[in-house]
């Protein structure tokens, strides 16, 4: 494997060269690292799947660098123009009708009609999608069902058969971006996310909440995902002798367990931000439990219990 910091003068150059030879290269946005691939290849799409070992039926989110790149895969509704052009490029991800002539491999929609399309807010993957000139399909660089990277080192860890990774840093949002469909011109809320509800709201009007059903139409609700190997504690107000601690706000609940803190100040975004590089380092110190400190439902926070209910989900259903 090579990883290549993004600034390094030809790391855009040897990465589209990968892409178009049909190899993953895994790269940098402001939610997670991603696995990229010609979305228009299904060879290379179905390498995605194998790497990740993820369940075939789980659809992957096309990446493209603007609106009118995303208007040439999906139908955009008036409501659908209007959040887009307000929040890409962003944490955003949009179901829509998949146009017939989108060129989108089948496998990377798993044969849904729809298609999810998103336009990352990140230097490097905007410097990756103008320069490939094409869709990237790019789920999160994790094996399936793990927790997400947020650094080239955590996506290099869990996928070092990947043979390049952009490194761009630490990823700014830190959580997934927030997956909205629309039923007519209503907007449903698939999957909470980087952008906030009521960001999304000022916009969009009232967000439904779609109920989690057998086959995932909006995914990453496999019940348990972002699977550490710690059992998590949720809502602990403070760790037992065995357990490590995952901390948020002012409150000093003092432990010799090892213990970090989501934002000392009680911000959400910090939080959300600092969450899967947390969850990581306390699984890899030797506590078979994660306590959990209760984190506030406002703003990133619906993201943020979302996936700590997802990593808390027993794990007899995890995927891989
Ligand atoms: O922030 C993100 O969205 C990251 C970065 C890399 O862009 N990507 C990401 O992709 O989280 P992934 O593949 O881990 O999650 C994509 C989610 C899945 O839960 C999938 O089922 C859902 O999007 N999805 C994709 N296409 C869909 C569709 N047509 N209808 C409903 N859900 C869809
Ligand atoms: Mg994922």
Redesign the pocket.
């Known amino acids: 494997m090579t990883q290549l910091p993004a600034s390094h003068a030809a790391a855009i150059d040897v990465a589209v060269a990968s892409l178009r030879a049909g190899e993953l290269v895994i790269f940098p946005?402001?939610?997670?690292?991603?696995?990229?691939a010609d979305a228009r290849d299904d060879r290379a799409v179905a390498k995605v799947y194998a790497a990740k070992g993820?369940p075939q039926?789980?659809?992957?989110?096309?990446?493209v660098a603007d609106l009118a790149a995303a208007r040439a895969i999906a139908v955009f509704s008036p409501a659908a123009l209007a959040v887009a052009e307000r929040f890409w490029p962003g944490?955003l991800?949009l179901?829509l009708p998949?146009r017939p002539d989108s060129g989108v491999s089948l496998l990377?929609?798993?044969g849904?009609?729809?298609?999810?399309v998103?336009v990352?807010d990140h230097p490097v993957?905007q410097a990756l999608l103008r320069a490939f000139g094409g869709p990237l399909?790019?789920?999160?660089?994790?094996p399936s069902g793990r927790i997400?990277p947020t650094s080239a080192a955590h996506a290099a860890d869990g996928l070092p058969d990947i043979a390049l990774v952009l490194d761009g840093g630490p990823c700014a949002?830190g959580?997934?971006?927030t997956?909205i469909?629309f039923a007519g011109d209503r907007p449903v809320l698939?999957?909470p996310?980087?952008l906030s509800r009521d960001a999304l709201e000022t916009v969009a009007g009232p967000l439904e909440r779609s109920a989690p059903s057998g086959r995932?139409?909006?995914?990453?609700?496999l019940a348990s995902h972002y699977a550490p190997r710690a059992r998590l504690r949720l809502n602990a107000a403070a760790p037992l002798p065995h357990e490590a601690f995952l901390n948020f706000g002012p409150n000093a609940a003092a432990s010799a367990n090892p213990t970090l803190n989501l934002s000392p100040s009680g911000d959400v975004i910090e939080a959300a931000a600092n969450l899967f590089a947390y969850l990581r380092a306390l699984d890899s110190s030797r506590a078979s439990v994660i306590a959990v400190a209760s984190i506030p439902h406002h703003g990133l926070g619906e993201a943020i219990n979302d996936r700590l209910a997802r990593a808390a989900a027993p794990r007899d259903e995890a995927p891989a």
Request: no cysteine; proline share 11%; aromatic share 4%.
């Open positions: 946005t402001e939610t997670v690292y991603g696995l990229g993820r039926f789980n659809p992957l989110i096309v990446h944490p991800t179901v998949r990377a929609t798993a849904l009609e729809t298609v999810a998103r990352p993957a399909v790019a789920p999160s660089a994790n997400s949002v959580l997934e971006s997956i469909g698939l999957r996310g980087g995932p139409s909006a995914p990453g609700q």
